[in-house]
Protein backbone atom coordinates (compact mmCIF):
# COMPACT_ATOMS: atom_id res chain seq x y z
CA UNK A 1 0.00 0.00 0.00
CA UNK A 2 1.80 3.36 -1.30
CA UNK A 3 -0.43 6.31 0.80
CA UNK A 4 0.65 9.50 -0.52
CA UNK A 5 1.28 12.66 1.43
CA UNK A 6 -1.54 14.71 0.19
CA UNK A 7 -1.34 18.24 0.49
CA UNK A 8 -5.35 18.96 -0.26
CA UNK A 9 -6.71 22.22 1.11
CA UNK A 10 -9.92 19.78 1.87
CA UNK A 11 -10.94 17.11 1.79
CA UNK A 12 -7.99 16.77 3.81
CA UNK A 13 -5.48 13.80 5.28
CA UNK A 14 -6.85 12.45 8.00
CA UNK A 15 -4.62 10.56 10.48
CA UNK A 16 -3.47 7.10 9.63
CA UNK A 17 -4.15 5.57 13.22
CA UNK A 18 -8.29 7.19 12.98
CA UNK A 19 -8.71 5.36 9.20
CA UNK A 20 -7.39 1.75 10.58
CA UNK A 21 -9.30 2.09 13.79
CA UNK A 22 -12.47 2.81 11.03
CA UNK A 23 -11.17 0.08 9.30
CA UNK A 24 -11.40 -2.34 12.15
CA UNK A 25 -14.45 -1.38 13.26
CA UNK A 26 -16.16 -1.07 9.74
CA UNK A 27 -18.25 -4.38 9.42
CA UNK A 28 -18.79 -4.86 12.64
CA UNK A 29 -18.80 -1.89 15.47
CA UNK A 30 -18.13 -3.12 19.01
CA UNK A 31 -20.48 -6.51 18.69
CA UNK A 32 -23.22 -4.49 17.11
CA UNK A 33 -22.96 -6.59 13.76
CA UNK A 34 -23.27 -3.30 11.86
CA UNK A 35 -21.19 -0.66 10.54
CA UNK A 36 -22.15 2.49 12.11
CA UNK A 37 -22.88 3.42 8.79
CA UNK A 38 -26.10 0.82 8.60
CA UNK A 39 -27.23 2.00 12.54
CA UNK A 40 -29.89 4.15 13.63
CA UNK A 41 -29.08 6.85 14.75
CA UNK A 42 -31.39 6.85 17.57
CA UNK A 43 -29.76 3.38 18.60
CA UNK A 44 -27.53 3.17 21.57
CA UNK A 45 -24.18 2.79 20.33
CA UNK A 46 -24.37 5.66 17.86
CA UNK A 47 -25.93 7.96 20.72
CA UNK A 48 -22.78 6.78 22.80
CA UNK A 49 -21.02 7.96 19.52
CA UNK A 50 -22.30 11.37 19.25
CA UNK A 51 -22.08 12.18 23.02
CA UNK A 52 -18.02 10.59 22.79
CA UNK A 53 -17.70 13.43 20.44
CA UNK A 54 -19.07 15.96 22.24
CA UNK A 55 -17.13 15.20 25.23
CA UNK A 56 -14.02 15.23 23.32
CA UNK A 57 -14.43 18.30 21.38
CA UNK A 58 -15.14 20.25 24.79
CA UNK A 59 -12.58 18.93 26.40
CA UNK A 60 -10.03 19.49 24.04
CA UNK A 61 -11.22 22.90 22.99
CA UNK A 62 -11.86 23.60 26.64
CA UNK A 63 -15.06 24.40 25.73
CA UNK A 64 -17.09 26.57 28.81
CA UNK A 65 -20.52 24.96 29.61
CA UNK A 66 -22.36 27.91 28.42
CA UNK A 67 -22.01 27.04 24.93
CA UNK A 68 -23.76 24.47 22.72
CA UNK A 69 -22.37 22.22 20.64
CA UNK A 70 -23.97 20.72 17.26
CA UNK A 71 -23.55 18.91 14.22
CA UNK A 72 -24.75 19.61 11.81
CA UNK A 73 -24.86 19.86 7.54
CA UNK A 74 -24.93 22.38 4.95
CA UNK A 75 -21.05 22.65 5.54
CA UNK A 76 -19.73 25.82 6.51
CA UNK A 77 -21.24 28.11 3.52
CA UNK A 78 -24.43 27.29 5.10
CA UNK A 79 -23.61 28.59 7.94
CA UNK A 80 -23.27 31.97 5.96
CA UNK A 81 -26.79 32.56 5.99
CA UNK A 82 -27.54 30.85 9.15
CA UNK A 83 -25.27 32.83 11.30
CA UNK A 84 -27.68 35.82 10.22
CA UNK A 85 -30.83 34.40 9.96
CA UNK A 86 -30.38 33.19 13.59
CA UNK A 87 -28.04 36.06 15.30
CA UNK A 88 -29.59 39.22 13.93
CA UNK A 89 -31.96 39.44 16.35
CA UNK A 90 -31.66 43.40 17.40
CA UNK A 91 -30.54 45.91 15.08
CA UNK A 92 -30.05 43.39 12.05
CA UNK A 93 -27.11 44.82 11.03
CA UNK A 94 -23.14 43.03 11.78
CA UNK A 95 -19.65 43.92 10.60
CA UNK A 96 -17.60 41.78 8.56
CA UNK A 97 -13.73 41.62 7.65
CA UNK A 98 -13.34 40.95 4.21
CA UNK A 99 -9.95 38.85 4.56
CA UNK A 100 -10.52 36.63 1.24
CA UNK A 101 -13.04 34.45 -0.92
CA UNK A 102 -14.64 32.91 2.01
CA UNK A 103 -15.85 36.13 3.78
CA UNK A 104 -16.62 37.83 0.64
CA UNK A 105 -19.16 35.00 0.50
CA UNK A 106 -20.26 35.24 3.86
CA UNK A 107 -20.84 39.12 3.19
CA UNK A 108 -22.79 38.53 0.03
CA UNK A 109 -25.08 35.93 1.92
CA UNK A 110 -25.61 38.04 5.16
CA UNK A 111 -26.60 41.12 3.25
CA UNK A 112 -30.04 39.13 2.47
CA UNK A 113 -31.00 39.53 5.79
CA UNK A 114 -29.79 42.68 7.35
CA UNK A 115 -27.25 45.60 6.96
CA UNK A 116 -23.99 44.48 6.72
CA UNK A 117 -21.18 46.91 7.24
CA UNK A 118 -17.57 45.68 5.70
CA UNK A 119 -15.04 47.60 8.24
CA UNK A 120 -11.94 46.62 6.90
CA UNK A 121 -10.70 44.84 3.82
CA UNK A 122 -7.24 43.66 1.87
CA UNK A 123 -9.27 43.14 -1.10
CA UNK A 124 -6.81 45.85 -2.76
CA UNK A 125 -3.90 43.90 -0.93
CA UNK A 126 -5.26 40.15 -3.09
CA UNK A 127 -6.03 39.36 0.31
CA UNK A 128 -1.88 38.77 1.09
CA UNK A 129 -2.40 40.17 4.26
CA UNK A 130 -4.81 41.15 7.30
CA UNK A 131 -6.04 44.29 6.72
CA UNK A 132 -5.76 46.73 10.30
CA UNK A 133 -8.57 47.42 12.13
CA UNK A 134 -9.85 50.63 13.53
CA UNK A 135 -12.62 50.32 16.33
CA UNK A 136 -13.92 53.57 15.35
CA UNK A 137 -15.52 51.83 12.56
CA UNK A 138 -16.91 48.99 14.29
CA UNK A 139 -20.86 49.66 14.88
CA UNK A 140 -21.95 49.81 18.66
CA UNK A 141 -25.11 48.31 17.93
CA UNK A 142 -24.41 45.53 15.79
CA UNK A 143 -25.83 42.37 16.36
CA UNK A 144 -22.68 40.12 15.77
CA UNK A 145 -18.67 40.95 14.32
CA UNK A 146 -17.93 38.16 11.84
CA UNK A 147 -14.26 37.26 10.75
CA UNK A 148 -12.53 34.09 8.97
CA UNK A 149 -10.04 33.46 11.09
CA UNK A 150 -7.82 31.08 8.67
CA UNK A 151 -7.77 32.39 4.74
CA UNK A 152 -7.80 29.18 3.27
CA UNK A 153 -7.20 29.90 0.11
CA UNK A 154 -4.83 33.17 0.29
CA UNK A 155 -3.43 32.11 3.33
CA UNK A 156 -3.69 34.33 5.95
CA UNK A 157 -4.41 34.63 9.49
CA UNK A 158 -5.74 36.55 12.37
CA UNK A 159 -3.29 36.28 15.26
CA UNK A 160 -5.24 39.08 17.05
CA UNK A 161 -8.56 39.56 17.50
CA UNK A 162 -10.14 42.32 17.20
CA UNK A 163 -11.61 43.62 20.23
CA UNK A 164 -15.30 43.71 19.87
CA UNK A 165 -16.72 44.85 23.51
CA UNK A 166 -19.87 43.77 23.65
CA UNK A 167 -20.46 42.48 20.15
CA UNK A 168 -20.84 38.72 20.09
CA UNK A 169 -17.10 37.68 18.13
CA UNK A 170 -18.31 35.23 15.31
CA UNK A 171 -15.98 33.19 13.91
CA UNK A 172 -15.27 31.00 10.36
CA UNK A 173 -12.67 28.69 11.46
CA UNK A 174 -13.19 26.12 8.98
CA UNK A 175 -9.20 25.55 8.45
CA UNK A 176 -7.82 26.23 11.84
CA UNK A 177 -9.95 24.63 14.32
CA UNK A 178 -7.95 22.83 16.44
CA UNK A 179 -4.59 23.49 14.94
CA UNK A 180 -3.85 25.76 18.06
CA UNK A 181 -5.32 26.56 21.18
CA UNK A 182 -8.50 29.74 21.27
CA UNK A 183 -9.79 30.95 24.44
CA UNK A 184 -13.76 29.65 23.13
CA UNK A 185 -15.39 32.29 25.80
CA UNK A 186 -13.96 35.38 23.25
CA UNK A 187 -16.22 34.27 20.38
CA UNK A 188 -20.14 34.51 20.43
CA UNK A 189 -20.17 31.46 18.28
CA UNK A 190 -17.76 29.60 16.14
CA UNK A 191 -18.34 26.96 12.94
CA UNK A 192 -16.11 25.03 10.65
CA UNK A 193 -16.91 22.51 8.07
CA UNK A 194 -15.07 19.22 8.93
CA UNK A 195 -13.10 18.44 6.20
CA UNK A 196 -9.64 20.46 6.57
CA UNK A 197 -8.96 19.91 10.62
CA UNK A 198 -12.16 17.55 12.05
CA UNK A 199 -13.04 14.54 9.64
CA UNK A 200 -14.73 13.56 6.43
CA UNK A 201 -17.07 16.26 4.39
CA UNK A 202 -20.69 16.15 5.87
CA UNK A 203 -20.38 17.54 9.53
CA UNK A 204 -19.91 21.09 10.41
CA UNK A 205 -19.22 21.65 14.28
CA UNK A 206 -20.98 25.40 15.13
CA UNK A 207 -19.95 26.10 19.15
CA UNK A 208 -22.54 29.31 20.25
CA UNK A 209 -23.18 31.10 22.95
CA UNK A 210 -26.27 29.83 25.16
CA UNK A 211 -27.66 33.01 24.97
CA UNK A 212 -27.25 33.27 21.52
CA UNK A 213 -29.99 31.13 20.64
CA UNK A 214 -33.53 31.13 20.18
CA UNK A 215 -33.97 34.71 18.55
CA UNK A 216 -33.74 33.78 15.37
CA UNK A 217 -35.60 35.82 12.63
CA UNK A 218 -39.38 34.68 11.72
CA UNK A 219 -38.55 33.25 8.07
CA UNK A 220 -35.72 30.93 9.24
CA UNK A 221 -36.56 27.59 7.89
CA UNK A 222 -37.05 24.89 11.12
CA UNK A 223 -33.85 23.07 10.29
CA UNK A 224 -31.90 26.11 10.37
CA UNK A 225 -32.75 27.22 13.45
CA UNK A 226 -29.82 26.58 16.42
CA UNK A 227 -32.42 26.32 18.56
CA UNK A 228 -33.94 23.16 16.94
CA UNK A 229 -30.85 21.59 17.20
CA UNK A 230 -30.09 22.29 20.63
CA UNK A 231 -32.75 20.91 21.55
CA UNK A 232 -32.78 18.35 19.92
CA UNK A 233 -28.90 17.43 21.02
CA UNK A 234 -28.32 17.64 16.81
CA UNK A 235 -30.84 14.50 16.81
CA UNK A 236 -33.98 16.68 15.15
CA UNK A 237 -33.56 14.70 12.01
CA UNK A 238 -30.67 12.27 10.94
CA UNK A 239 -27.86 13.38 11.21
CA UNK A 240 -24.37 12.33 9.01
CA UNK A 241 -23.94 9.95 11.48
CA UNK A 242 -20.61 8.28 9.75
CA UNK A 243 -19.01 11.64 9.48
CA UNK A 244 -19.71 12.40 13.17
CA UNK A 245 -17.87 9.11 14.29
CA UNK A 246 -14.77 9.74 12.16
CA UNK A 247 -15.02 12.84 13.32
CA UNK A 248 -14.91 11.41 17.36
CA UNK A 249 -12.36 9.37 16.27
CA UNK A 250 -10.34 12.48 14.85
CA UNK A 251 -10.77 14.20 18.62
CA UNK A 252 -9.38 11.23 19.88
CA UNK A 253 -6.89 11.03 18.31
CA UNK A 254 -5.46 14.59 19.50
CA UNK A 255 -6.40 14.23 22.81
CA UNK A 256 -3.82 11.34 22.45
CA UNK A 257 -1.24 13.04 20.87
CA UNK A 258 -1.43 15.21 23.44
CA UNK A 259 -3.79 17.80 22.94
CA UNK A 260 -4.33 21.05 20.78
CA UNK A 261 -0.91 22.46 22.55
CA UNK A 262 0.89 20.08 21.52
CA UNK A 263 -0.51 19.90 18.25
CA UNK A 264 -0.28 23.36 17.57
CA UNK A 265 3.77 23.22 18.36
CA UNK A 266 4.22 20.71 15.75
CA UNK A 267 2.60 22.43 13.14
CA UNK A 268 4.28 25.78 13.81
CA UNK A 269 7.60 23.72 13.11
CA UNK A 270 6.25 22.10 10.63
CA UNK A 271 5.31 25.72 8.95
CA UNK A 272 8.44 27.18 9.57
CA UNK A 273 10.07 24.68 7.83
CA UNK A 274 8.28 25.45 5.04
CA UNK A 275 8.29 29.06 5.18
CA UNK A 276 11.75 28.73 5.92
CA UNK A 277 12.70 26.54 2.63
CA UNK A 278 10.50 29.15 0.70
CA UNK A 279 12.12 32.57 1.82
CA UNK A 280 15.39 30.97 1.86
CA UNK A 281 15.07 29.96 -1.95
CA UNK A 282 15.31 31.88 -5.22
CA UNK A 283 12.56 30.31 -7.12
CA UNK A 284 9.49 29.64 -4.78
CA UNK A 285 8.16 33.48 -3.68
CA UNK A 286 5.10 33.53 -0.93
CA UNK A 287 2.44 36.12 -1.77
CA UNK A 288 1.88 36.70 2.12
CA UNK A 289 5.33 38.02 2.92
CA UNK A 290 4.27 39.79 5.95
CA UNK A 291 5.29 36.77 8.67
CA UNK A 292 2.47 38.18 10.92
CA UNK A 293 -0.35 37.38 8.71
CA UNK A 294 1.09 34.18 7.50
CA UNK A 295 -1.15 30.99 8.03
CA UNK A 296 0.49 28.10 9.40
CA UNK A 297 -2.15 25.57 7.84
CA UNK A 298 -2.26 26.70 4.03
CA UNK A 299 1.15 27.84 2.96
CA UNK A 300 0.79 29.21 -0.84
CA UNK A 301 3.89 29.96 -3.32
CA UNK A 302 4.90 30.15 -6.40
CA UNK A 303 7.46 29.52 -9.30
CA UNK A 304 8.24 32.43 -11.75
CA UNK A 305 6.08 30.79 -14.40
CA UNK A 306 3.22 28.56 -14.67
CA UNK A 307 5.30 26.53 -16.63
CA UNK A 308 7.40 25.94 -13.77
CA UNK A 309 4.12 25.83 -11.49
CA UNK A 310 3.13 22.90 -13.77
CA UNK A 311 6.32 20.67 -13.98
CA UNK A 312 6.85 21.33 -10.18
CA UNK A 313 3.55 19.87 -9.63
CA UNK A 314 4.00 17.00 -12.04
CA UNK A 315 7.49 15.60 -10.92
CA UNK A 316 6.12 16.30 -7.02
CA UNK A 317 3.04 13.99 -7.62
CA UNK A 318 5.43 11.15 -9.06
CA UNK A 319 7.41 11.25 -5.72
CA UNK A 320 3.95 11.08 -3.63
CA UNK A 321 3.40 14.72 -2.90
CA UNK A 322 0.32 15.71 -4.32
CA UNK A 323 -2.43 18.38 -4.60
CA UNK A 324 -0.10 20.86 -3.97
CA UNK A 325 -1.86 23.16 -6.90
CA UNK A 326 -3.18 26.58 -5.86
CA UNK A 327 -6.86 27.54 -5.33
CA UNK A 328 -7.80 28.02 -9.40
CA UNK A 329 -8.87 31.67 -8.35
CA UNK A 330 -4.91 32.83 -7.53
CA UNK A 331 -2.97 29.82 -9.63
CA UNK A 332 0.31 28.73 -8.35
CA UNK A 333 0.65 26.26 -5.46
CA UNK A 334 -0.19 25.42 -2.52
CA UNK A 335 0.62 23.01 0.72
CA UNK A 336 -2.18 22.54 3.29
CA UNK A 337 -0.26 21.29 6.47
CA UNK A 338 -3.41 20.40 8.63
CA UNK A 339 -2.95 18.54 12.11
CA UNK A 340 -2.72 15.01 10.02
CA UNK A 341 0.07 15.96 7.81
CA UNK A 342 2.92 14.02 9.30
CA UNK A 343 6.68 16.23 9.92
CA UNK A 344 7.80 13.70 7.43
CA UNK A 345 5.38 14.93 4.44
CA UNK A 346 6.95 18.42 5.30
CA UNK A 347 10.04 17.08 5.67
CA UNK A 348 9.79 15.54 2.28
CA UNK A 349 8.74 18.00 0.11
CA UNK A 350 11.37 20.37 1.29
CA UNK A 351 14.03 18.30 0.17
CA UNK A 352 12.00 17.75 -3.25
CA UNK A 353 11.75 21.82 -3.37
CA UNK A 354 15.20 22.18 -2.55
CA UNK A 355 16.02 19.28 -5.26
CA UNK A 356 13.59 20.89 -7.94
CA UNK A 357 15.40 24.34 -7.36
CA UNK A 358 19.24 22.74 -7.98
CA UNK A 359 17.71 21.46 -11.11
CA UNK A 360 15.85 24.57 -12.23
CA UNK A 361 18.64 27.67 -11.70
CA UNK A 362 16.42 30.69 -12.52
C1 LIG B 1 -13.53 25.25 3.08
C2 LIG B 1 -14.00 26.51 3.68
C3 LIG B 1 -15.34 26.93 3.58
C4 LIG B 1 -16.38 26.16 2.79
O1 LIG B 1 -16.70 25.02 3.44
P1 LIG B 1 -17.87 24.05 2.90
O2 LIG B 1 -17.93 23.05 4.00
O3 LIG B 1 -17.41 23.51 1.59
O4 LIG B 1 -19.10 24.85 2.77
C5 LIG B 1 -15.69 28.09 4.21
N1 LIG B 1 -14.81 28.82 4.89
C6 LIG B 1 -13.52 28.46 5.01
C7 LIG B 1 -12.57 29.31 5.79
C8 LIG B 1 -13.08 27.30 4.39
O5 LIG B 1 -11.79 26.93 4.50
Given at each position: ?20 K ?10 S ?8 H ?5 E?I???A ?7 M ?83 F ?15 L ?35 N ?19 L ?6 L ?21 I ?23 K ?40 K ?8 G ?42
Open positions: MARVFNFSAGPAMLPEPVLKAAEEMLDYKGGMSVMEMSRSKPFEIKGEATLREIGIPDNYYVLFLQGGASLQFAMVPLNLFNNSKKADYVNTGTWSKKAISEAKKYGTVNVVASSENQKFAEIPALDPAMFSKDADYHITTNNTIEGTVFKDPATGTVPLVADMSSNILSEAVDVSKFGLIYAGAQKIGPAGVTVVIVRKDLVGKAPITPTLDYKIHAENESLYNTPPCYAVYAKLVFEWVKSEGGVKAIAERNLMANMLYKAIDGSKLYKAPVTNPKFRSIMNVPFALPTEELDEFLGEAKKVLTTLKGHRSVGGCRASIYNAMPVEGVKKLVEFMKDFEAKNKV
